[in-house]
């Protein structure tokens, strides 16, 4: 029997790698003095005051479950409460190597009780400890994001994905989520494999906690690098890091390892002609709005935009809204009316647009610029959003559009100011007229669209 537990204490250890081994070596020791052993005391001084009360006793508790079962596989009592390196060991495997079965149970050990208020407890504390852990990664320090104001969002956004799409409650995401909801270790499990943002911050939070150089304490493209085109000190974003995380994590793999800001209101100027030059044939862009009651959204360009004369796009396309609630909101398939711009057209509309039809779409800017409206009865047809606005006409002083993704070579040429401005001057109406005659535009087939890969 007790080479089982010899055996188990191996397979710990070669979760990490030999630089991995000796820090958690280094860990465990600066925990428990240099003792074989370590109780709460010792693990409460170490670990506060960034992590609170409550997660060190249920840290401690996990712990020393490790531990009861590792003694009861030897058929023998625990003789205290006190943690060994190999229990240790074993707890940072499981939290940062281990599988998401591994980690819904680590979750569940996390609650005095596996309900929503107690997950959420724990969900807020995991996104104020992934905060501090990534204010020094140069992702982060690329950016000048506002203060945090989106975690109790997000939580809600994660929780209505465990309690209501897995069929647990029937509410809509803007109602209050019941606190009756109990789960399971199966439903955790499976609610990780459908929100891997979850794991990517627990990672992030607890690597926070237990600092092992040699092991990246950050997700690839968890969080873009963010080139502000300006001075990074005039480049404010309303925008703050779980929010921008949040967009991220929706977009396409190849798209998420940095954003360019192309337009924004208070550097560029409130003109839609300007943030027309500034967005035109620049690729894949996240567009994002804040109106004047505080209500924040937007959406995903998969494809460049472009002055057109009906709606284009492709079904990589989405909307979002980021406060007062957080949410994606996907193509149905009901129509292609993925997304449109114009301006300077008498027959036809001038404005930008995402989802649902001319007059009534799921988002749109004025070519006046300021306003807008979103309008779903009760929702649009393309996208499957609510109204994202707090009313469906809306007026904003805030709009920003970004680039995503690393900048194609082909986006260098069309950087020339002249051959922008030919774009923009593109006789729309006369395109359309002939379109309808049924006259082939043999040029339209040099104008080749970024392919993307498949989205999550």
Known sequence: MGSNGSRAGDSDRSLFNGRENEEVDILFKNISRNEETFGLTQFKEFLQPKVSDYLCVRLHHYMKSIATGENQSKKSPPKSDRISRICFAHSLGTIFKGTNDQKAKFLISLMVEAKVDPLRNVLNETLRLADLGLMSVEEYLSWNFQPKFTDDQLVNHFLFDLVVRDGRQQCDVREKLSSDAVFTPEDIEKWLTRMPLVVHLMELAFHY???????????????????????????????????????NSTLPHTLRSEWRLLYCCSLHGASFATMLKKIVNEGPTVLVVKDRDGHIFGGFASESWMPNAHFYGSSHCFLFSLKPIMDVYYPTGYNSNFIYVNQNQQTLPNGLGMGGQWGYAGLWINDTFGSGHSKAGPKCTTYNSPQLSSTAEFSFDVMEVWAVGQKQSGQEEEKDPKKKSGL????????????????????????????????I
């Open 209 to 247: 906690c237990f600092p092992i150089r040699g092991s990246p304490s950050v997700s690839p493209h968890l969080l873009p690098h963010c080139d502000p085109g300006v001075a990074r000190s005039a480049a404010f974003t309303t925008l703050d890091f779980l929010s921008v995380m949040f967009i």
């Open 424 to 455: 923009l001057k593109m006789d729309v109406e006369t395109k359309a007229v002939l379109e309808m005659a049924g006259k082939e535009q043999h040029s339209d087939g040099f104008q080749e669209r970024q392919a993307l890969d498949n989205p």
